[in-house]
């Protein structure tokens, strides 16, 4: 197996929902407390969310324990009800800039819901893939991630901020 520079993770569901119900959810990240994979990760999690509370601007850093690590996240583009891209700037436990696209296409009354994550892998990155699949590692906690997305967009809208 050839060890590349860039690594790219990619998952998909269907959600039985308009789009214009899911793209909330993922648009605004006082939000992701409902659905995200790491949220459970550290209960004592510092947030702190700056910019407007949704879309273009919009940040959330994140300061935890050895599991949740630390990081920030700006939504560089958002149309909706269609895609978000988000900046991904990890600090802790490694530094790593990835960017994560979130594209939501829906066709006759349900959406589909395509998480991207893709990145340099340096060679610290590289060598972790070498021991431990990465699609493997992180594919998990988006599944498990776009299993709550779904569980709450079918549920309704987003409750008003």
Known sequence: MALTREFQIERSTTIDAPAAQVHPWIDDFHRWTAWSPWEGLDPDLQRTYSGPDSG??????????????????????????????????????FKAHNTAIFAIAETG???????????????????FSALFRMDKVVGGDFEKGLAALKERAESGPPPAA
């Open 56 to 93: 273009v601007g919009a940040t959330y850093e994140w300061s935890g324990n050895r599991k949740a690590g630390a990081g920030r996240m700006e939504i560089l583009g958002s149309t909706a009800p269609s895609n978000v891209t988000i900046s991904l700037r990890f600090l802790k436990p």
């Open 109 to 127: 009354g349900t959406t589909e819901v395509r998480w991207t994550m893709s990145g340099p892998q340096g060679p610290l990155g590289r060598a």
